[in-house]
């Protein structure tokens, strides 16, 4: 292998090393070193510390020593050398790596429980099958790594593991080592589980803000990563609740306005308030199409959707100031004009609409509707909502 070629290959080992490894830390504080004579063919438990918020793995070694027997060194000196989990396979090869380099010639065979009472149980039956894992062949030293997706024996309720062990001598005491080292995942630690964002999910999707949204997932993600970043899970429990709520108010204030967000938030009102005009529902799109317009976001066609919707309810002042409105901001917008000219006409001003209908009468509304085409679609709503229609004949006479 030449020059060039090693340096490669250290440069690949580098970059493996690198995006493999896992975000978070062995916790050393809390990890868990006991020793204990269990007396010939008796059984015993031992528990491991706490495991803190966000242990996603643990690697745990036993090891059975003879009276003059000493350890040569810890689990968590051991561990130092090995940045993250990934460097510990989950086959006999990582046990083998782990496991300590002395051990008597007594032996055990051991079993882990997730909770007191089946752990107490095994003590008076000496049975496994409340286990998470059960070792059943007799061992003198063993060593496993355990992770949450892969083992029953962890898990986002799970505090505390006991080992069960029963003694394989029939006359002599023994002594057993037990170490356990936790792996912290460093988001995880923050207190933030999947049962944890989907109650921030939950509550967001009940706001105010959310229900004016057709699809409110991304307001509701931009919320919850906002608290998450924010706060540990413990903290954010502590609150009170009129707190809470100015947190979501706050960042709900935040995601509202993010460009992205509101764009679809935007889309999401004009497409409901376009459904219930086809519903003739106009009282229930006219608080739609105000939202839009209250944040400023507001388009010519907009204005012209409220002013036709305002027609339709008779409210003809606010009719006409809304498409004012709506003339200021694209005065070529031809769905504007024809509203301006509707809204003239059933408030029986016959002149002011004339002009608008006789000056635009040859040109296209959209791409593929003529102006004299959505004027008759127009007055047949109309009719049929028992606006004045006396002028809608000559109007159309206009035309011909």
């Given at each position: ?85 990934t460097g510990i396979s989950q086959g006999s090869a990582g046990a083998v790596f782990l496991m300590s380099k002395i051990s008597g010639d007594d032996t055990c065979t051991y079993a882990l429980f997730t909770s007191g009472e089946n752990a107490k149980k095994y003590i008076e039956d000496g049975k496994t099958d409340k286990a998470c894992y ?121 995601c509202y306005k993010d460009a992205d967000i509101s764009k679809n938030v935007y889309n999401d009102l004009r497409t409901q308030a376009s459904t219930l005009i086809k519903q003739q529902k106009y009282n229930e799109a006219i608080p739609k199409l105000n939202t839009i317009i209250n944040d400023g976001k507001a388009t010519a066609l907009d ?98």
């Amino acid at each position: 292998m030449n020059l060039k070629q090693i340096a490669l290959f250290l440069l690949m080992t580098v970059s493996y090393n690198t995006f493999a490894q896992k975000d978070g830390y062995w916790d050393k504080e809390r990890a868990t070193t006991k020793e204990i004579i269990v007396y010939a063919r008796d059984r015993i438990t031992l528990t491991t510390e706490d495991l803190p918020v966000g242990t996603t793995e643990i690697v745990y070694r036993i090891t059975l020593l003879d009276e003059n027997q000493q350890m040569a060194n810890s689990l968590v000196s051991v561990l130092k050398a090995i940045p993250d989990p990934t460097g510990i396979s989950q086959g006999s090869a990582g046990a083998v790596f782990l496991m300590s380099k002395i051990s008597g010639d007594d032996t055990c065979t051991y079993a882990l429980f997730t909770s007191g009472e089946n752990a107490k149980k095994y003590i008076e039956d000496g049975k496994t099958d409340k286990a998470c894992y059960a070792q059943v062949d007799a061992v003198s030293k063993d060593a496993k790594r355990l992770s949450l997706d892969k083992s029953s024996c962890l898990g986002q309720n799970v505090n505390t593991i006991w080992f069960g062990f029963h003694s394989k001598n029939w006359v002599l005491n023994q002594k057993i080592v037990l170490e356990v080292v936790p792996w912290v995942d460093t988001k995880l630690n923050r207190g933030w589980n999947q049962d944890n964002k989907n109650e921030i999910i939950s509550l967001c999707k009940t706001s105010t803000m959310a229900q004016k949204m057709a699809n409110s997932d991304d307001f509701c993600v931009c919320i919850m990563d906002k608290i998450t970043k924010q706060y540990r899970y413990s903290e954010f429990q502590k609150l009170l609740p009129i707190e809470k709520n100015k947190v979501y108010k706050d960042f709900g204030n935040a995601c509202y306005k993010d460009a992205d967000i509101s764009k679809n938030v935007y889309n999401d009102l004009r497409t409901q308030a376009s459904t219930l005009i086809k519903q003739q529902k106009y009282n229930e799109a006219i608080p739609k199409l105000n939202t839009i317009i209250n944040d400023g976001k507001a388009t010519a066609l907009d204005y012209s959707s409220i002013g036709y919707c305002y027609i339709l309810t008779k409210q003809y002042a606010k009719a006409i100031k809304s498409l004012k409105e709506g003339e200021k901001l694209d005065d070529t917008e031809l769905l504007v004009k024809l509203n301006l000219a509707h809204v003239y006409l059933v408030s029986d001003d016959y002149s002011e609409a004339k002009a608008i209908y006789k000056k635009y009468q040859t040109q296209n509304v959209t791409d593929s509707l003529s102006w004299t085409e959505k004027t008759k679609l127009d007055f047949a709503a109309f009719q049929k909502a028992g606006l004045p229609s006396k002028d809608f004949e000559k109007v159309l006479k206009l035309y011909n």
